[in-house]
């Protein structure tokens, strides 16, 4: 069981879009649609953006959204704004009752 | 409000055992999955899970050392991890996984809410 890659850091200007990857295997992402995504603040604690890939919970804002290709997951961000900067990982089922993470991407906006 | 409060020892020497409790306060204790994950600068990983019935699953890689527990007659659950190394030093987060029905069936789904996290850091 190996972590999902994801690129350590994206950064955009304000008002553009980015995407974050996030790889893993024909064991987890490739083989369910469970696959969720964590926004986190630092000193906050993480919130929960998306689920089964492209379900965005109430109260998340229309500029994110996900989606997935195989073994790979992405979130691109719309209109990117200063509030944005944050830390984001991904998460996928991965069979047996267990779960994995991915190590994290830093957004920057610059 | 739904919210998770945890507290545990920081600072542990190598070989020690680390334990974290978290407390549920303003929701259901019921129909869920209670997790502990952890960060470090290598990203997130889970530990592990139980349920209110004492049901657990765990991280295979972990799964020697780690034993999470619950009291439901406090609305609590726990993680300990033994024979920490350097390497355990990490953000621990306790978190709980939602439980959706998906094509009919109950299906543990995602981390819809999460602890503050504690620092544990290992030192001698």
């Known amino acids: 069981q190996s972590a999902l890659t994801q690129p350590a850091s994206v950064s955009g200007s304000p008002g553009q879009s980015i995407t974050i990857s996030c790889t893993g295997t024909?064991?987890?992402?490739?083989?369910?649609?469970?696959v969720s995504w964590y926004q986190h603040h630092p000193g906050k604690a993480p919130k929960v953006i998306f689920y089964?890939?492209?379900k965005r919970p109430s109260g998340v804002s229309i500029r994110f959204s996900g989606s997935k290709s195989g073994n790979t997951a992405s979130l691109t961000i719309s209109g990117l704004q200063a509030e944005d900067e944050a830390d984001y990982y991904c998460c996928s089922y991965a069979g047996g009752a267990t779960w994995v993470f991915g190590g994290g991407t830093k957004v920057t906006v610059l | 409000q739904e919210q998770l409060q945890q507290w545990g020892a920081g600072l542990l020497k190598p070989s020690e055992s680390l334990s974290l409790t978290c407390a549920v306060s303003g929701g259901s204790f019921s129909g869920y999955f209670w997790s502990w994950i952890r960060q470090s600068p290598e990203g997130l990983e889970w530990i592990g899970e139980i349920?209110?019935?004492?049901?657990?699953n765990y991280n295979p890689s972990l799964k020697s050392r780690v034993t999470i527990s619950i009291d439901t007659s406090k609305n609590q659950f726990s993680l300990k991890l033994s024979s920490v190394t350097a390497a355990d030093t990490a953000v621990y987060h306790c978190?709980?996984?939602?439980?959706?029905?998906?094509?009919?069936?109950?299906?543990?789904?995602?981390?819809?809410?999460w602890g503050q996290g504690t620092l544990v850091s290992v030192s001698s």
């Open positions: 089964e890939v492209s």
């Open positions: 349920n209110r019935s004492g049901s657990t």
């Open positions: 978190a709980r996984l939602r439980l959706t029905k998906i094509r009919g069936v109950i299906t543990p789904n995602y981390f819809d809410l």
């Open positions: 024909s064991s987890d992402v490739g083989s369910y649609d469970l």
